[in-house]
């Protein structure tokens, strides 16, 4: 049936209070599918998420064929009250509850052992579960009228960059959802960053949105997990999504790391080689940088002196990328600490680990 199901799109509008909704009908309309069993991708403060109820096996098989993505793959889990928590996972460590307090709602996703409510293709058999608690007015309004349970994968094709508005949705999806919720452009852009915390000392699966050093004003002894770190493959990653070439757009990505100035002379001849080779060569410039380019399509990711504007566009950036039918991509690189991490590890998975460095 994937391809050629009917997909209802219904655009949705917040109120001016930013937490009801003005299409309080079609939210509804939602949560009857997903109680049903169906699917309904929608917005999220992060990235567009593509939904299903969480404690039907079914729904989440259906997640995993809509978006082509291998069923180890596990998904994270989406409630709208801290207190939920207590019903799908055991033992609920006294961590969890600070980080809750804290991040929640919010870009946080953390891990706990799971009770047998929730089942096993929801977790990749697994015996964890990932859960978070988002704070898009949308996303909370569909996970209350769902029953309260929506696994959620972001909104893409497996191996392509996460969606961050709508049309990259209904690209991706279109024939493959039962409806989608358009409520524009996300404000992150970036997934949740994820903790685990079923072992002793709690680890960051994957980086994301709140640093490692916001995590340690509440849990002070949270590592980073050594497998996310660059390329480094001794270390097999442990959130199981973050060892596939990920969040990729179609061209080879290279990120050239090095100082500013090295790294735009660097850029500037790999792409004046391209061109001589008759490729069409693509960057990814900030706005800082990019009248220093003279050759290549230079796309700019935003303003170093704010990260988070980076953080917001660069999955759209590598969407562009595709559009525009570059043969290569170079990368300028980003500071390897606070939100430069995790802009750092999409680039780098986004790459698969080809990094030149300049000095
Ligand atoms: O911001 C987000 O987290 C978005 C929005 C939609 O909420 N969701 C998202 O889901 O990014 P997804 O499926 O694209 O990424 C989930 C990641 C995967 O790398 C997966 O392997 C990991 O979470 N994960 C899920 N459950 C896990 C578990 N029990 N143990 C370890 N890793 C887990
Ligand atoms: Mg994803």
Redesign the pocket.
């Known amino acids: 049936m994937i391809g050629i199901m009917k997909t209802e799109i219904v655009k949705i509008h917040i109120k001016s209070d930013g937490v009801g909704i003005e299409q309080q009908d079609q939210i509804q309309k939602a949560g009857h599918i997903l109680k049903e069993g169906g699917l309904v991708a929608f917005p999220t403060e992060t990235v567009y998420g593509l939904g299903g109820n969480a404690l039907l096996p079914e729904a989440s098989q259906k997640i995993y064929a809509a978006k082509g993505r291998p069923s180890d793959n596990p998904l994270i889990v989406h409630i709208a009250r801290h207190e939920a928590m207590e019903e799908i996972a055991y033992p609920v460590p006294e961590s969890a509850y600070r980080l809750a307090e804290r991040f929640w709602p919010g870009p946080l996703t953390i891990i706990l052992k799971k009770k047998d409510l929730v089942p096993p293709e929801t977790t990749g058999g697994l015996s964890t579960v990932a859960i978070r608690e988002p704070s898009h007015p949308v996303a909370r309004a569909l996970i209350l009228a769902s029953g309260g349970f929506v696994a959620a ?2 909104a ?1 094709l497996s191996g392509k960059p ?1 969606p961050t508005n709508a049309t990259r949705v209904i690209e991706d999806l279109s024939g493959r959802v039962d409806m989608i919720l358009d409520n524009g452009s996300v404000g992150i852009g970036l ?1 949740s960053t994820i903790v685990d915390l079923t072992e002793k000392i709690p680890v960051i699966l994957r980086p994301g949105f709140l640093t490692l050093e916001m995590l340690r004003e509440v849990l002070p002894d949270v590592t980073l997990d050594p497998g996310i770190a660059g390329a480094d493959t001794a270390a097999p990653p442990k959130a199981p ?1 973050m060892k596939y070439r ?1 969040y990729a757009p179609k061209a080879p990505l290279v990120l050239v790391e090095g100082p500013a100035q090295k790294v735009i002379a660097k850029i500037n001849a790999l792409a004046a080689e391209g061109e001589a080779d008759g490729k069409k060569v693509g960057i990814l410039a900030t706005e800082e940088t990019e009248r220093y380019y003279s050759k290549g399509t230079v796309l700019c990711i935003g303003k170093r002196a704010d990260e988070e504007s980076v953080a917001r566009n660069l999955y759209e950036c590598l969407r562009r990328f595709d559009e525009l039918g570059v043969d290569r991509i170079y990368s300028e690189d980003f500071p390897d600490q606070g939100l430069g991490q995790a802009i750092r590890n999409r680039l780098t998975k986004a790459a698969g680990h080809q990094v030149i460095e300049v000095s």
């Open positions: 994968p972001s893409n996460s997934e999504g990920h």
